[in-house]
């Protein structure tokens, strides 16, 4: 089977991010968070994730009332006759009567239908606000990441300088070399070291971002291994986004539905006794009442609720449409960036050894005299340069295979 050029080994990938970085780096405090430890805490903090429990409850309470026998409660009716302020001759009348609301056809069916589809919306919402933050959290951790590892070949560049440095002083006090040489290698660490310091402040201002968004230290460690890389066949079926706009679409249609059923006040059963007597000699006789009160005509609301659900689900399934088309379109184009800078990749990598033989190869010949030290310094720099291209397309790419799993609508691993 043929194998494509973006189904890079996972395993290879971590390793080539791991090149390229100094020692001092590679010693950095334990502790901090992981990725995907740093996306939770971030979510942690989200207000949708706090106030989830409170509408999944509301979400239930609704399906619930969609089940019962009456869709309002009961309700109790006492009245009571006299004609004690007119002839008074003991007439009373008492009666108690107890009204439960009937569902009108189809009503109740398509009331549990849409508090289903309520529920299932706001899981779809959830989820989709999910995935939204998992991409700031991606951009904020590739961004640190890209960082770290500039002010660590920054500081790695400001270690060479200072080491070259001395040793023209060296070579400059034995008279093998003129002042001049001295000043130019000196001149060489002051770049270094404003270099180290932009690095510095780069990394401080993608640290505090990192933490503004999670509210937990900046990662720390060396784990920078990217993410899994899907496979070419995956597809963005059970993308976060279309899952929440086809149940947008799916609670307007229930929602029409309902309100077609709801043309109507609800019907009425009544139930209840009365006591009454003509005189005051006479006993009381006692009656069952039964009876149901019937709403006449139709209102208007419902043809509102009907045009309006109607419009949201118009509007969900065109965008639910847009929607797909611009996800596979940014699944391709994120397919090719990997791929493109899988090249990249190679190119920089091939270029950093070279140029790092090459520095080997000056740097002797410096020591030996047979080099000047412009070719010497001119060299360093090349070779710096190669390492930092060589470590900023590793990064590009680890955050290109992240932006192809975002753009599939996978969380973070």
Same mark, same amino acid.
């Given at each position: 089977m043929k194998k494509n050029r973006w189904d890079i080994p996972s395993a290879l990938l971590a390793a080539a991010l791991g090149c390229g970085v100094p020692a001092q780096a590679q010693q950095l405090p334990a502790g901090g968070e992981t990725f995907r430890q740093g996306f939770e805490a971030a979510w942690a903090r989200q207000p949708e994730q706090r106030a989830a429990a409170l509408r999944r409850d509301a979400a239930a309470a609704g $399906?619930?009332?969609?089940?019962?026998?009456?869709? $309002?409660?009961?309700?109790?009716?006492?009245?009571?006759?006299?004609?004690?302020?007119?002839d008074n001759t003991g007439a009373r009348e008492y009666e108690a009567t107890v009204a439960v609301p009937l569902w009108l056809p189809r009503e109740r069916s398509r009331s549990q239908a849409a508090a289903y589809a309520e529920s299932e919306a706001f899981e779809a919402r959830l989820l989709a606000a999910k995935w939204r933050l998992a991409a700031e959290v991606r951009t904020a951790h590739w961004a640190y990441q890209r960082a770290r590892l500039d002010s660590s070949l920054a500081l790695q560049r400001l270690d060479n300088?200072?080491?070259?440095?001395a040793d023209v002083a060296r070579r400059v006090r034995a008279g093998d070399l003129a002042r001049s040489d001295a000043h130019q290698a000196d001149g060489a660490v002051a770049t270094a070291e404003s270099a180290a310091a932009e690095a510095a402040v780069a990394l401080s201002r993608a640290a505090q971002a990192w933490t503004s968004l999670t509210g937990k230290p900046a990662l720390v460690r060396e784990d920078v291994a990217p993410e899994s890389i899907p496979p070419a066949t995956a597809q963005a079926a059970a993308h976060p986004a279309l899952r929440e706009l086809t149940a947008r679409a799916d609670l307007a249609r229930r929602q029409a539905e309902l309100a077609g059923a709801q043309t109507r006040a609800n019907p009425e059963l009544r139930l209840g006794v009365s006591r009454e007597r003509a005189e005051a000699r006479e006993r009381y006789a006692q009656a069952l009442v039964v009876g149901v009160r019937i709403p006449l005509g139709t209102h208007n609301r419902s043809d509102a609720k009907i045009a309006t659900a109607a419009a949201e689900q118009l509007e969900a399934e065109t965008q639910l449409a847009l929607e797909q088309e611009r996800i $596979?379109? $940014?699944?391709?184009a994120a397919r090719d960036r990997v791929v493109v800078l899988q090249g990249a990749v190679d190119a920089a990598e091939r270029r950093s050894r070279l140029a790092a033989e090459s520095r080997g190869f000056f740097e002797k010949s410096f020591r030996l005299g047979e080099s000047d030290l412009p070719t010497r310094l001119r060299v360093e720099l090349e070779a710096t340069d190669a390492q930092r291209q060589a470590t900023r397309y590793r990064i590009d790419l680890a955050e290109a295979i992240s932006q192809l799993r975002q753009s599939l609508g996978l969380l973070p691993e």
């Open positions: $399906e619930v009332a969609a089940r019962r026998w009456s869709p $309002e409660p009961p309700s109790l009716d006492l009245t009571a006759k006299s004609d004690r302020t007119t300088a200072r080491r070259l440095a $596979e379109s $940014e699944v391709q």
